[in-house]
């Protein structure tokens, strides 16, 4: 299975200022034949299920507010928050859907500072 | 206005099997997309279960294969989990979702399911 790991585990960012979290993953979901990495970002808030940020590591899914970012290649990838709103106060996960099993990182925490 | 729901027993006993269906509304389960099951225990993060095309071709994690079965009503626009001998560890919110071949966009609410004689 892929292992997925998220740094750090919580983090407390001001309002309007920048959340940036890191996902590894324990070997590359770079697909060689269509240079895509399989990797999504998911926000997910109390009660709620979780909704799709982002996918092909950067493709911001439809509706989604552009402060939120995703970059990275191979096994790095991060989740950036450009100006922290209140509104973004979540557990985040990644996800390789490279191959199967399909494989979450063990999330992080948002809050404010 | 596309939707997915999960239905199904809250509380399961223990060795028992649990069922849940995935009814979707506003969109052909017969379209190009992967259906799927996620759980979370309560707390804790998100674990995948499996997956189905509209065809029936399913793909499980085996490390619930030899327990699970995912099945796919086209003429009900429904598809469904079964998870046999049920023990404690079980007890999550099960969610569906549609997957159109990068991960999920659209999820259920979810339905907990309790395993507890």
């Known amino acids: 299975d892929i292992v997925m790991t998220q740094s750090p585990d919580s983090l407390a960012v001001a309002l309007g200022e920048r959340a940036t979290i890191n996902c590894k993953s324990s070997?590359?979901?770079?697909?060689?034949?269509?240079?895509?990495?399989?990797l999504a970002w998911y926000q997910q808030k109390p009660g709620q299920p979780p909704k799709l940020l982002t996918y092909?590591?950067?493709t911001r899914e439809s509706g989604v507010p552009d402060r939120f970012s995703g970059s990275g290649s191979g096994a790095d990838f991060t989740l950036t928050i450009s100006s922290l709103q209140a509104e973004d106060v979540a557990v985040y996960y990644c996800?390789?859907?490279?191959?199967?099993?399909?494989?979450f990182g063990q999330g992080t925490k948002v809050e404010i500072k | 206005q596309v939707q997915l729901q999960a239905s199904g027993p809250g509380l399961v006993k223990p060795s028992e099997t649990l069922s849940l269906t995935c009814s979707v509304s506003?969109?052909?389960?017969?379209?190009?997309?992967?259906w799927g099951w996620i759980r979370q225990p309560p707390g804790k993060g998100l674990e995948w279960i499996g997956n189905?095309?509209?065809?029936?071709?399913?793909y499980y994690n085996p490390s619930l294969k030899s327990r699970v079965t995912i099945s796919v009503d086209t003429s009900k626009n429904q598809f469904s989990l079964k998870l046999s001998s049920v023990t404690a560890t079980d007890t999550a919110v099960y969610f569906c979702?549609?997957?159109?071949?990068?991960?999920?966009?659209?999820w259920g609410q979810g339905t907990l399911v309790t395993v507890s004689s």
């Open positions: 979702a549609r997957d159109p071949g990068y991960s999920y966009d659209l």
């Open positions: 506003g969109y052909s389960i017969s379209s190009e997309n992967y």
């Open positions: 189905i095309y509209h065809s029936g071709t399913v």
């Open positions: 070997q590359s979901v770079l697909y060689g034949s269509n240079n895509k990495n399989y």
């Open positions: 092909w590591a950067s």
């Open positions: 996800q390789q859907y490279y191959t199967t099993p399909w494989t």
